[in-house]
């Protein structure tokens, strides 16, 4: 994990909170990612964003404790059946973020992700993970003032326990 000791409050920035963020990338609903990136895709875990290009803030924060170019085939795989360019009987948690980056597609926009992967030694259990997670999500929060976009969606999982 890189981290870089300056302040950096843009959450798109490439060093923002202090993680040394890949460039953005293109989701593009004909490519996978594996294709997309290439060698050079992130096989271990990690933190990642989604973005709309052209717009201001984020639409989503994750993180995974697997691949993360296997995570984000996910994401752009929920894009593609909210699009309806692949048919397949999706679970929720494909179309979280999925139906959102399918809209997006077939409005003409484009969505863009950024990463940085997590050390795998030690590994990172999943409390941990997500406590980074929720860390990225008060720092955006108290940047923008508000979420993601994407981030609370009605319908999400614990959504029934509120």
């Given at each position: 994990m890189r981290r870089v000791p300056v302040p950096?409050?843009?959450?798109q920035g490439l060093h923002w909170q202090g993680y040394g963020w890949s460039e953005w990338c293109s989701m593009d609903p004909q490519v996978s990612i594996a294709k997309l990136l290439g060698t050079e895709r992130p096989t271990g875990p990690g933190l990642y964003r989604l973005r709309t290009h052209g717009r201001r803030g984020l639409l989503y924060i994750g993180q995974t404790g697997l691949s993360l170019a296997r995570r984000l085939e996910q994401q752009r795989r929920g894009g593609r059946i909210a699009a309806g360019l692949l048919h397949h009987n999706p679970s929720r948690r494909l179309l979280h973020v999925g139906t959102v980056i399918g809209a997006l597609w077939n409005d003409g926009r484009a969505v863009h992700f950024s990463y940085v992967e997590l050390p795998e030694e030690?590994?990172?259990?999943m409390p941990e993970r997500r406590g980074l997670e929720v860390d990225l999500i008060a720092a955006y929060r108290a940047t923008m003032?508000?979420?993601?976009?994407?981030?609370?969606?009605?319908?999400?999982?614990?959504?029934?326990?509120?």
């Amino acid at each position: 994990m890189r981290r870089v000791p300056v302040p950096a409050r843009d959450p798109q920035g490439l060093h923002w909170q202090g993680y040394g963020w890949s460039e953005w990338c293109s989701m593009d609903p004909q490519v996978s990612i594996a294709k997309l990136l290439g060698t050079e895709r992130p096989t271990g875990p990690g933190l990642y964003r989604l973005r709309t290009h052209g717009r201001r803030g984020l639409l989503y924060i994750g993180q995974t404790g697997l691949s993360l170019a296997r995570r984000l085939e996910q994401q752009r795989r929920g894009g593609r059946i909210a699009a309806g360019l692949l048919h397949h009987n999706p679970s929720r948690r494909l179309l979280h973020v999925g139906t959102v980056i399918g809209a997006l597609w077939n409005d003409g926009r484009a969505v863009h992700f950024s990463y940085v992967e997590l050390p795998e030694e030690p590994d990172l259990p999943m409390p941990e993970r997500r406590g980074l997670e929720v860390d990225l999500i008060a720092a955006y929060r108290a940047t923008m003032g508000r979420s993601p976009d994407c981030q609370f969606m009605p319908g999400q999982l614990g959504d029934e326990f509120d």
